[in-house]
Nanobody, 118 residues
Framework: QVQLVESGGGLVQAGGSLRLSCAASGSISRINAMGWYRQAPGKQRELVAAITSGGSTNYADSVKGRFTISRDNAKNTVYLQMNTLKPEDTAVYYC????????????WGQGTQVTVSS
């Protein structure tokens, strides 16, 4: 099973940007899709963005136009570029392999904390 390590989180002011990375211990080229989830305090974990092996993407309505997911199969890495950040984007962000654009599988990683100050 591929192990995933998220990085790139931090503290940023509203309106700022961050780029999250998800490094896999093995090849992700044969994984149908990869996704980013987030979990804010007191809330359920939610799907933020997903990308297929062919490059098709899907986003939660709350991040459309602000976040961009991408994958580099050669580097076994998935990215989440987050622009125009809002305080409500504050959460722990996790990447995950996905069987479809909405169904994930495997264990969760440790995540990376994103905090957006107003």
């Amino acid at each position: 099973q591929v192990q995933l390590v998220e990085s790139g989180g931090g503290l940023v002011q509203a309106g700022g940007s961050l780029r999250l990375s998800c490094a896999a211990s093995g090849s992700i080229s044969r994984i149908n899709a990869m996704g980013w989830y987030r979990q804010a305090p007191g809330k359920q974990r939610e799907l933020v963005a997903a990308i297929t092996s062919g490059g098709s993407t899907n986003y939660a309505d709350s991040v459309k136009g602000r976040f961009t997911i991408s994958r580099d199969n050669a580097k076994n890495t998935v990215y989440l570029q987050m622009n125009t950040l809002k305080p409500e984007d504050t959460a722990v962000y996790y990447c995950t392999p996905m069987a479809t654009m909405t169904i994930r599988f495997g264990s969760w990683g440790q995540g990376t904390q994103v905090t957006v100050s107003s």
